[in-house]
């Protein structure tokens, strides 16, 4: 997957070459199924929803912005999951597996508060 460098990142802070390879290295590559790249950028929509990344239109958009290398990856990997989500979302949420859990979880947790 392609990187775009829009905005520079801090080289003292970042350093991009590390993050994309403990990405490929922790990362399948079928995760990445219908992204078509990540762009390191500060968007202006950022600062209006308080946030750092968004994955939208088939991309990982990520601030430039970072305190550190694993500052990065923890941002990449959690849009990520935001995209596997979105386009494997009958496998995962299709058996109501996940549901049926947090209820079940839920209903513990307001007995044990009892």
Known sequence: IPFFIVHDLDPEKVN?????NTI???IPK????GVEGV???HLPEFDERGIN???KDAALYV???QD????????????????????????I???????????AKRKRFFKFRL
């Open 39 to 41: 762009y390191v950028a």
């Open 16 to 20: 991009i070459q590390k993050v994309i």
């Open 93 to 103: 949420y299709g058996d109501d597996d996940i549901e049926h859990e947090f209820l």
């Open 68 to 91: 550190d290398n694993l500052d990065m990856i923890d941002d990449i990997i959690h849009e990520l999951s935001h995209s596997i989500e979105i386009h494997f979302h009958n496998q």
């Open 24 to 26: 490929n290295r922790i």
């Open 63 to 65: 601030t430039n912005q």
């Open 30 to 33: 079928s995760f990445f199924h």
């Open 53 to 55: 990344a968004v994955y």
